[in-house]
């Protein structure tokens, strides 16, 4: 039976550690603070049908814990900038890695040891899907040749089709998405299941950020779905294995939809700071913090694609300037609370006395 949204009777763990959302002290006004709260309203109700979907279609992953690594962990130490790990063993090492092989029933789940969402892998629904991802990615026209800043990843082909806002007042399409013309507008109407697909997925385990990063208005359409754009890495036949990276471009707190397609054997995602290597089928869709998490790709034999969805660090920068979107402020604990009353009150006795005496 083919999986709508391939957990079952129990609505899917979500992911609460993806808190940014909206200052409820910002002074929204006019048609602008209308339309936001009615996309609220209807970003809601979707959530809610997602997670009621989920709750009844969706079987119970395979569940995996990493405790020698946390989500918390890995955001503390993001940087913008790329840094090599060739020279860490530890991580470079990748023969004593647990093997998660593909499922096309069940989905994967691997969670680090405070219990933030690392990885989920979502079975593919139905072989339309990625058949319809690999045809218009091998009718697009070849690629130019761009420079693009930092570290060279692989031998694949990429093109960056996204809605950005790099030092500009409003957001606007990449210069390799308006250079395709009317094929790179196929592929995006073409593919536009697999965005909801993927969306779904976004809503399913993180929803705060599916929320956030559909909110706003854009003057220009979101190219896939609830992420603004997607990176196509069109890798031919027989591919090297890729150099393990992260993706800096993105926020800390987010995370990218990453599908595969073509017949071909290999081309496992390496999660280098999990120590775990995950398989998958063309057409599963994988989600994971990819600005945090250095990874790669094995070799494969074969033809292979692969199509990441995500939302640049820039449009969450024009969300802040436009709209004021900030980060909601994290909740202190019951214990810390205590604490700082304790210890106000006993400033305040010091003062009192020093002023009496």
């Known amino acids: 039976m083919a999986i709508f949204c391939p957990s079952a009777t129990h609505p899917p763990t979500v992911d609460s550690t993806v808190d940014s959302t909206v200052d409820s002290t910002v002074d929204f006004t006019g048609m602008a603070a209308t ?9 809601q109700q979707r959530l809610k049908a997602i997670h009621k979907t989920a709750a009844k279609y969706v079987p119970e992953p395979t569940f995996i814990k990493v405790n020698h690594i946390s989500l918390g962990d890995l955001r503390r130490k993001y940087s913008n900038k790329h840094v090599s790990i060739a020279d860490d063993p530890e991580r470079m090492d990748t023969s004593q890695f647990k093997r998660c092989p593909p499922n096309s029933t069940q989905p994967l789940e691997i969670r680090g040891s405070d219990n933030g969402l690392l990885l989920y892998r979502f079975p593919a629904g139905s072989p339309e899907l990625a058949q319809t991802l690999h045809e218009t990615i091998t009718r697009l026209p ?12 692989s031998t694949y082909t990429s093109r960056h089709y996204n809605l950005t806002c790099n030092s500009a007042d409003e957001p606007y399409y990449t210069r390799e998405y308006k250079d ?15 965005w909801k697909r993927m969306a779904f997925v976004l809503g399913m385990k993180a929803p705060n950020l599916f929320r956030d990063v559909q909110l706003f208005d854009v003057p220009q359409q979101r190219l896939c779905g609830a992420f603004s754009g997607c990176v196509i890495n069109q890798g031919g036949l027989d591919v090297e294995k890729t150099t393990p990276h992260r993706d800096p471009g993105e926020p800390k707190d987010s995370y990218a939809a990453l599908t595969c397609t073509g ?53 969450h920068a024009y969300w802040k300037r436009k709209f004021g979107m900030v980060r909601s402020p994290k909740k202190k604990s019951k214990k810390r ?13 010091r003062i009192s006395a020093e002023s009496e005496a």
């Open 35 to 43: 339309k936001t709260r009615r996309a609220k309203k209807h970003l």
């Open 142 to 153: 070849p690629t130019k040749k761009r420079k693009h800043k930092g570290l060279k990843r």
């Open 180 to 194: 395709d013309g009317p094929l790179a507008e196929e592929f995006i109407e073409f593919n536009k299941p697999m």
């Open 263 to 315: 017949v071909h054997g290999g081309g496992a995602l390496i999660l280098h700071d999990v120590h775990i290597i995950v398989e998958m089928n063309p057409g599963d869709i994988i989600l994971f913090p990819d600005s945090i998490i250095y990874h790669s790709n094995e070799e494969v034999q074969g033809e292979r694609n692969s199509v990441v969805c995500y939302t640049e660090n820039n449009m």
């Open 337 to 349: 609370g205590i604490r700082a009353e304790l210890e106000r009150k006993l400033k305040k006795r």
